[in-house]
């Protein structure tokens, strides 16, 4: 059986605080659709669900029959009593009024029968629920993840990857647990509820509106009491996610609290946050602990009440004893379902919130398709035309391009920027720190929307082009080059996964990184990454390169790395760098100076405008000129270095 505690403060998230609206619960329901499919194997559950609940609700007749064919007047021992037998039938008559319509072994084995029925039921019940669970919330968790990756870069601005995570994760597990466990269990105990009070009307309408007195206590609690339950353990809530923050955050820098020796005053901060945890967790325990207390008392009271209500009424020939036993145990059914409602109440709330966040995810847009990456291709593909979406060498031109940041809005990042690479050409951006270089690119691949102006490809707005088709023809080796767990192999494969093993190989070769990788004993098959092996930077900036000559782009994006290498590295990754460029339109991210000196246009940012444009022979013989500055500097720090 599902937990079944009465707990009418059971602890629920902040964010899930808020009341089950109508209109939140309706579109809570929305999240079922996933259940569609399998809406044939969910009411076979249902029915096993309804026929356990049938065999359990007879148990108390069952008991009352049992107990009937113990205790009837025929049957008790009067000698025991030490009076005639005629005086005790006379005395009892109206106790045990009824005489037992089958034997004590007769119930017994039709008693043994229900259960075994019962068991039968309560295993295809949990089963199937458990099934159309399972294979629903997969159906939820591949659209989620789907839906999550192929939304635009704006979105992960505004929604923390921790946040993400806990969508997939702890909503999603939520809404599992409410179809395996709680749907059933909410049925189980409304139909108790219902089914138990109707019944023992039957045997006793006076002992019922007894019992039912203690029904207003029991809400009239659970309002008050819930309410600073709720608020206390909000604070709990609040102060635990302040309390993961700084695990999250020392942990991320652990470097940094080593490099600053800064251990003892982590865990000094850590131990006073977790403190004010169990400060408010314990002044909620104390109202919750009061509730339960109550509940207990009210329950229990209630329990006492009915015995004492329904003994009177035994006694004075309105109700059979056996049916006294059957009321009795109805009774503590009921006041279970009633303990547990509040549970369901909780996890209804939590649920509620949880496909609100899901369906906030699910209702955005996405920006591409994703395919079925296991669809037959069509045989060979013939020489491709040249159309919109596939690019020759093509020509970039930004067209009086203005640009702020969707999070920033207020703070003009680009400004009226004009610029034009030629096919085939090499430029480069140069500029300080935050002056636009990267936002640049950024726009190239319609990570965000211009506000004002227009980027085109080969002429075309590259609105028109198909978002996917505009992304595989652009390759971006970046500053930081970023591997995935995983082999080099995978890893250089990234770039083009059709590609063939000699393909990948060719590649590898192609950017200098044979000789490094087959120096290592697993050659490609080396696992890189977080959990093996680190390689260098120079190292880490070949395979970007490898990957960029698998995916065979025709524009290429080079941010350059800021921290030099040493200069045989250097060599090497320049190296592969030049023949990467060959006939390939090229962006260049510069740093370094001295990289970029035959690059056919410099185009010097500043503060999100081109402030100087031209060749590097042109530009160092501006006078008092930012690049000449520039280069002027680098020159003398390199001295300085040497
Ligand atoms: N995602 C973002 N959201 C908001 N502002 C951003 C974002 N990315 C960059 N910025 C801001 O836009 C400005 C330009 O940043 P950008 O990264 O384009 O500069 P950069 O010239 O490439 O700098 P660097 O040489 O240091 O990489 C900076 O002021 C930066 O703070």
Redesign the pocket.
């Known amino acids: 059986m599902a937990k079944r505690s009465s707990n009418f403060g059971a602890e629920v998230s902040p964010e899930d605080k808020k009341k089950v609206s109508k209109e939140g619960f309706q579109k809570a329901l929305k999240i079922f659709r996933f259940t569609l499919p399998y809406k044939g194997t969910f009411l076979i559950g249902f029915i096993f669900l309804v026929l356990s609940q049938i065999t359990t609700m007879s148990i108390p007749l069952l008991m009352g029959q049992m107990v009937g064919s113990i205790v009837s007047p025929d049957k008790l021992p009067d000698a025991a009593s030490g009076m005639s037998s005629g005086m005790m039938t006379d005395k009892l008559q109206h106790v045990f009024h009824e005489a037992p319509k089958f034997t004590l072994n007769e119930v017994t084995l039709f008693f043994i029968g229900l259960l075994i029925l019962q068991s039968v039921f309560s295993f295809f019940r949990v089963y199937t629920f458990t099934r159309v669970s399972e294979q629903s919330m997969r159906d939820l968790r591949n659209a989620l993840y789907s839906k999550i990756i192929t939304l635009p870069v704006p979105f992960f ?1 505004k929604n923390r990857v921790g946040e993400l995570m806990s969508r997939i994760t702890t909503d999603i597990g939520q809404l599992q647990d409410i179809l395996s466990i709680t749907l059933a269990e909410l049925f189980r105990q409304v139909f108790t509820l219902v089914g138990g009070i109707v019944l023992i009307s039957y045997l006793s309408s006076k002992l019922t509106l007894f019992m039912l007195l203690t029904f207003p206590f029991l809400v009239i609690a659970a309002i008050v009491f819930g309410r600073f339950i709720r608020k206390n353990s909000k604070k709990v809530q609040d102060e635990l996610a302040a309390t993961n923050i700084i695990v999250e955050e020392t942990l991320q820098s652990i470097n940094v609290v080593k490099a600053f020796t800064n251990e003892s005053l982590e865990a000094h901060r850590y131990g006073l946050s977790v403190q004010k945890v169990v400060d408010y967790a314990l002044k909620a325990a104390t109202f919750r602990g009061g509730f339960i207390s109550f509940i207990i008392f009210v329950l229990f009271g209630g329990v006492v009440g009915v015995v004492w209500y329904g003994g009177n009424l035994v006694l004075q020939g309105e109700l059979s004893f056996k049916d006294l036993f059957t009321f009795i145990i109805y009774t503590g059914f009921i006041g279970g379902s009633v303990g547990g409602l509040g549970d369901m109440y909780a996890q209804i709330q939590k649920t509620v919130g949880a496909s609100e966040r899901i369906l906030e995810i699910l209702d955005e847009e996405s920006e591409v398709k994703i395919v079925d990456i296991n669809a037959p291709k069509t045989a060979v593909i013939p020489a491709p035309a040249k159309t919109n979406n596939e690019l020759a060498i093509p020509k970039i031109q930004y067209k009086n391009v203005a640009f702020n ?1 969707p ?2 809005p207020d ?1 003009e ?1 680009l400004k009226n920027i004009s610029l034009s690479v030629k096919s085939g050409e090499k430029i480069a951006l140069v ?1 300080h ?8 690119v950024q726009l190239l691949m319609r990570y965000y929307h211009l506000s004002k102006g227009e980027v085109l490809v080969d002429g075309k707005n590259i609105n028109t082009f198909d978002i996917t088709e505009l992304r595989k023809n652009i390759a971006i080796v970046p500053q930081e080059v970023m591997l995935f767990g995983g082999t080099i192999y995978e890893n250089i494969a990234y770039g083009n996964p059709e590609a063939t093993e000699d393909l990948v190989i060719e590649a590898a070769r192609k950017a200098n990184a044979l000789d490094f990788i087959n120096s290592f004993p697993e050659g490609f098959k080396t696992i890189v990454g977080e959990r093996g092996v680190k390689l260098s930077g120079g190292q880490r900036q070949r395979i970007a390169i490898a990957r960029a000559i698998l995916k065979d782009p025709a524009i290429l994006v080079l941010d350059e790395a800021t921290s030099a290498l040493d200069s045989e590295s250097e060599r090497l990754v320049q190296d592969a760098l030049d023949r990467l460029m060959q006939n390939r339109t090229t962006i260049i ?1 510069a ?1 370094r100076l001295a990289t970029i000196r035959n690059v056919d246009t410099i185009y010097v ?1 500043k503060d999100g405008k081109v402030a100087e444009k031209g060749t590097h022979d042109e530009l160092v013989l501006i006078d008092e000129g930012i690049y000449a500055n520039l280069v002027k500097l680098q020159f003398e720090n390199a001295m300085i270095i040497e």
Not at 433 to 440: H, M, P, Q
């Open positions: 601005e940041y999070s920033r703070m990042v500029g720190s935050g002056a636009g270089k990267s936002t640049i991210i740093h940012l």
